[in-house]
Nanobody
Framework: QVQLVESGGGLVQAGGSLRLSCAAS????????MGWYRQAPGNERELVAA???????NYADSVKGRFTISRDNAKNTVYLQMNSLKPEDTAVYYC?????????WGQGTQVTVSS
């Protein structure tokens, strides 16, 4: 099994910044695609950002230019730098790591942006 532990969430004012981290451990073989989803109350889970094993990144239109995803393969860790945060960014953020047949998920970290 693979375990993912997220950290870095919290409460911030609009315009502020947060940096999320997600460390993978356990039965890790090779470098896999990783990324972040988020889910706000009453909404479906949506992809925020993803990074391939080769470092290619992809972002939701709503966060382009404000969020940056990166990874440290030596630490099996993915990061999400979130700048210029908006109240609509408020959600539980979940990191994932691709497995052979499905994704592994973290437990989620709450991000709340006050106006």
């Amino acid at each position: 099994q693979v375990q993912l532990v997220e950290s870095g969430g919290g409460l911030v004012q609009a315009g502020g910044s947060l940096r999320l981290s997600c460390a993978a451990s356990g039965r890790i073989f090779g470098i896999k695609d990783m990324g972040w989803y988020r889910q706000a109350p009453g909404n479906e889970r949506e992809l925020v950002a993803a990074i391939t094993s080769g470092g290619i990144t992809n972002y939701a239109d709503s966060v382009k230019g404000r969020f940056t995803i990166s990874r440290d393969n030596a630490k099996n860790t993915v990061y999400l730098q979130m700048n210029s945060l908006k109240p609509e960014d408020t959600a539980v953020y979940y990191c994932y790591r691709d497995g052979i047949y499905s994704k592994y998920w973290g437990q989620g970290t709450q991000v709340t942006v006050s106006s």
